[in-house]
């Protein structure tokens, strides 16, 4: 079975800074999609980020970044600029892409991340 | 314009109850799920559907009972309410179909259910 590990449950940054969300996952599987969420206060579960497995350029959006390394299992979240906004619970989720239809996702325990001013 | 939607979004109710809560889907999605999210934030699957059929059910109590009566819906019945099943309950949906596979899930603004 797979499992993810968010080894960080808590981090913090102070606005304007980089700071960097650690995820490392568990799977026999080679081809898979990697996620991180964002869940606010509101609660609303906000995809950041995704990285298909067979692709070995890291994916970026904006000022979020990922460090994707997959013989080492590791799929790090790089948020650059921190922004008051930023602060939330961070997901990390992984996801089968092979045959068949159960496509659930595996999520972390996730790492709460304070922006301070 | 919702992509997801679900209400209630609160739900107080007393042990023992039976109670339903409903999901939709605007996007033309063909897979939709059911997560928990418990105290300490952990999120994990209950249920798929795909096209309306039963694809995953993750050793969830009987007492939950999923049912999709199109493809657009998605609604959780829950029975003899315990104290253990107060949570966020979450709705998501994807596109699944061998044809076109999108992998992103896309979540609904979750179910906070308190049992009393």
């Known amino acids: 079975a797979q499992t993810v590990t968010q080894s960080q449950p808590e981090m913090s940054v102070q606005e304007a800074e980089t700071v960097t969300l650690s995820c490392t996952y568990d799977?026999?599987?080679?081809?898979?999609?990697l996620f991180w969420y964002k869940q606010p206060p509101s609660r609303q579960m906000i995809l950041v980020i995704r990285?298909?497995?067979?692709?070995?350029q890291n994916a970026t959006e904006n000022r979020f970044s990922v460090n994707f390394q997959k013989a080492a299992k590791s799929f790090s979240l790089k948020i650059s600029d921190s922004q008051l906004g930023d602060a939330a619970m961070y997901f990390c989720?992984?996801?089968?892409?092979?045959?068949?239809?159960?496509?659930?996702?595996?999520f972390g325990k996730g790492t709460l991340l304070t922006v301070n001013p | 314009d919702t992509a997801v939607s679900q209400t209630p979004k609160y739900l107080v109710t007393q042990m023992g109850n039976d109670k339903s809560i409903k999901c939709e889907q605007n996007?033309?999605?063909?897979?939709m799920y059911w997560y928990k999210q418990d105290s300490k934030k952990f999120l994990k699957i209950m249920f798929s559907?795909?096209?309306?059929?039963?694809?995953i059910n993750e050793t969830v109590p009987n007492r939950f009972s999923p049912k999709s009566p199109d493809k657009a819906h998605l609604n959780l019945h829950i029975n003899s309410l315990e104290l253990g099943d107060s949570a966020v309950y979450f709705c998501?949906?994807?596109?699944?179909?061998?044809?076109?596979?999108?992998?992103?899930?896309?979540f609904g603004p979750g179910t906070r259910l308190l049992v009393l």
């Open positions: 998501a949906s994807s596109q699944d179909s061998e044809a076109v596979l999108q992998e992103t899930q896309y």
């Open positions: 799977t026999s599987e080679s081809d898979y999609y």
């Open positions: 990285q298909e497995a067979y692709k070995q």
């Open positions: 989720a992984y996801r089968r892409n092979s045959g068949g239809s159960n496509y659930k996702l595996t």
């Open positions: 996007l033309g999605h063909d897979t």
């Open positions: 559907y795909n096209n309306k059929e039963l694809i």
